[in-house]
């Protein structure tokens, strides 16, 4: 009785902090805004249900294929990642994070530069057949979105189940080989079941962002296509129809909660208690024709995949096109540093003019503030979360929300409820961190109670018995095994925050502006000056990202 | 030894996260403070800021809420706790909906005297005008002259087989200029008429793209995205842009307007002072200052919009670069915001099935 009794309130406890932060950032906003949408709702019938059904039914299918084409991807890398000793490898794991941070515009420009009409790829091809016309139309297609999903969300499968898998006890696996058990069935048997709870995290959360994707089916889909999400940026911005805005946001807020709730029912069991493995102790050396078979094709497939565009991006900021247009082939190139040195110049006296190195500035204080406040809430939810609680079946889906609530009704709530002081949007800078942390809280939390749920209660013990306070234990015992967790959550938080353009976009100062904010400066007025800008700016983006990754995952002494 | 590099990360973030924004703004007690609302492309020089901010004791604050429908949307939306004092962006397509909800003061400046009365479309001056500027056909010189294909002269012109897949325009749902488009096309070819014409574009090979960046800076084939499409849908001024920030630099501008009658749709911006303001005396000075002649010549180059208040110079390089049309295409801002959803809606059904 007394147990019970003390058990309740500490889990209260726990869940304290992330649920008053969910209600006052999150439900609170959202309520605004759908107490805007029914006061304005004149009544009378406005809702023709296509407008909602088809949208929906297309959000599901687009986002499906996404996550079976990224987990397609994802699963042979994550296991290569975590199995495999090659050159390279740290280098290529990071350089596979960043296309997480890229502003859609950005990697339409690159994809674009890469496989558009006049790209690379189609200009070399044409060359060598003498083709007339481009052999790859892919722009403004589904297969455009696709590639799209794939190239942003690998990451997440790479690092959820990567992690996972490098924590697994190796001699299960080889127990079971041991037995007789064929590669397969130990697969089957031992390795799958054990990592069920990562796999149903990944391809939940890259799920939702497919769910929730907008700028890539917008501007690399082209007009043809509609997610809601999409549909919810026209209703509320342009069409300022803002019930029916407030009916689709509401759709595919009830959809995001039943992906939610169907998934920990599928997750079901809770994770398997694991001793802690030394880091790198599963990982071996590339030996026999077919590990190298699989650890070359992955890396060719991730390079191909992943990083070449990120290439054509960083090449394209430093090439001058020369003013010979027109022709079929005629678009000549030299190298040039001009558009780098350029950025540093205020050349029109502007007001708003950014220098790169304030907005670099301004972006890693709100990715640093974005990691704490995240990971802070999120190992409180997470501990919670391990606590055996009937509260927890529902409380968790609840994290899992701010995921499919659409950037612009966020945008716009922040905006309508946060308008005095002290919590002005115009003049509180911790709102835009505060936002990006309710897109991060969910990873952070997917990632860390896992590996929370995995510490052995007897290792716990153990120390209590040998004279270690609480602290200490926590320390000793709980701290290393969830530190590769932490620092995934860590990567994700940072990551997510550099990237966020659209709510930022509403609550940035213009004083403070970031380096995604800059990069939709320049490319929003015309000229080749300003598209070279952008694409620099863009290149100066993705070095903050990796130095920032690089030095986060050195001090975390991360080596997987 | 990695507890110590855990907290070592800890403390790094925490680092970071105090070098935050959060504890610079301490707003010191001396001027006024003055809060200008408005769309993500306003600029201006930082001098002509500072020389008002001096003569007048004010910090200027100016708090950018998105494009132009956004930031209307959320004038709009705040207008019971009106986050700013003066609004500027406003523009003919979303007008009545700002003035009929109510979201502006009257103030009948003295430089009105200076504006044409084509401009003044608030009678009641609670939006006075600021600028204007002219969405247009743009068109890749060299790809014109390279086919020896004569350029398009008029809207109809669009329709012959010998423009077949030249031409991009954006999803009017989702961008500024494409709207603006879709306007013009209404007003050459009424109501009744404009759908037919648009099947016309799309049998033609039409490409609608879903936002300016895109149409500009991937499909066109005079920007530096090298696209397909020799013609798309941008601004008047677009051409003395691709002057100003070229590289390397040039003298001639590589691409021009189709500036035929009705071809292109004005757009008017307006600046208003919002209802309920505590700094009525220095918002009517902003206003002042907003249509008096060294901010309106310091526009062009930095808005890359023109002057209404006809006192004031266009720069050398618009002079000479742009192309302004003698007849664009108007609709009545009242009419456009009566019938803006169904006639999208409508060019929706036609085009993108």
Known sequence: MRAALRRVPRAAWLWGAPLVFLAVFFFLPLGAVFRLAVESWAGGTLFNWGRVLRPLGFTFWQAGLSTLLTLAVGLPAAYVFARFEFPGKRLLR??????????????????????????????????????????????????????????????????????????????????????????LRTLREVTLPLLKPALLSAALLVFLFDFTSFGVVLLLGGPRYATLEVEIYIQALQMLNLPLAGLLSAVQLACTLAISVLNSRLGGRRAVPLSPRLR??????????????????????????LVSPLAALGLRSVTRLEPARGERGAVQSGLTLDYYRELFVNRRGSLFYVPPIEAARNSLAYAGTTVVISLALGALASAALNRPSRANRWLEPLLLLPLGASAVTLGLGFIVVFNRPPLDARSFPLLIPIAHSLVALPFV???????????????????????????????????????????????????????????????????????????????????????????????????????????IERLGGETI | MKTARVFLVLALIGLLAACA????????AGPATLTVMTHDSFAVSEELIRQFEQENNVTLVFAKSGDTGAAVNLAVLSKDAPRADVFYGVDNTFLSRALEAGIFEPYASPLLADIPAEFKLDPANGALPVD???????????????????????????????????????????SSPGLAFL??????????????????????????????????????????????????????????????????????????????????????????ILKGTQQRALAEKFVDFMLGTAFQEDMPLQMFVFPVNSQAQLPDVFARNVQIPAKPATLDPARINANREAWINAWTEVVLK
């Open chain 1, 280 to 305: 790198g102790e599963g990982t071996r050396p590339v030996k026999t024709w077919r590990e190298r078979l699989l650890v070359g094709g992955v890396v060719f497939l991730l390079a191909a995949l």
């Open chain 2, 183 to 272: 306007m013009a096309t209404i007003a050459q070819y009424g109501p009744e008429g404009y759908l037919a014409y648009w099947q016309g574009l799309v049998d033609n090979g039409l490409v609608v793209a879903s936002d300016w960046e895109t149409a500009y800076y991937t499909n066109f084939s005079g920007s530096s995205g090298k696209g397909a499409q020799p013609m798309v849908v941008s601004y008047g001024s677009s051409p003395a842009a691709e002057v100003i920030f070229a590289d390397p630099p040039r003298e001639d501008a590589p691409t021009a307007s189709i500036v035929g009658d009705n071809a292109c749709f004005r757009q008017i911006e307006f600046v208003g």
């Open chain 1, 445 to 551: 939390v997917r990632t860390l109670a896992p590996a929370m749920a995995s510490i052995p209660r007897s290792l716990k013990h153990a120390a209590a018995v040998l004279g270690a306070s609480p602290l200490r234990a926590w320390l000793e015992v709980d701290l290393p095994i969830i530190a590769r967790a932490a620092l995934v959550s860590a990567v994700f938080s940072f990551t997510i925050s550099l990237g966020e353009f659209g709510a930022t976009s509403f609550l940035a100062r213009p004083a403070t502006p970031t380096l995604p904010v800059a990069i939709y400066r320049f490319l929003s007025q015309p000229g080749g000056l300003n598209y070279g800008q952008a694409m620099a700016m863009a290149t100066l983006l993705l070095l903050v990202c990796a130095l920032g990754i690089l030095v």
């Open chain 2, 21 to 28: 924004p959060a504890a610079a703004p301490a707003t010191p």
């Open chain 1, 94 to 183: 990071v350089l596979t994070t960043l296309p997480f941070i890229l502003p859609t515009v950005v990697v339409a420009a690159s994809f674009n530069a890469l496989l558009g009409p006049r790209g690379g790829l189609n200009l070399l091809l044409m060359n060598a057949f003498g083709l007339d016309t481009p052999p790859i139309q892919v722009l403004n297609t589904l297969g455009a979105i696709l590639l799209a999903h794939v190239f942003y969300n690998t990451t997440v499968v790479i690092r959820v189940v990567g992690s996972a898998l490098a924590q697994l006890d190796p001699r299960l696996e080889q127990a079971a080989r041991v037995l007789g058990a064929s590669p």
């Open chain 2, 132 to 174: 204007y500027g002219d969405v247009c056909i743009n068109y890749d010189k060299a790809y014109f002259a390279g086919k020896g294909l004569a350029v398009p002269a008029s809207l109809d012109d669009l329709l012959k087989p010998e423009y077949r897949g030249l031409l991009v325009t954006e999803n009017p749902a989702t």
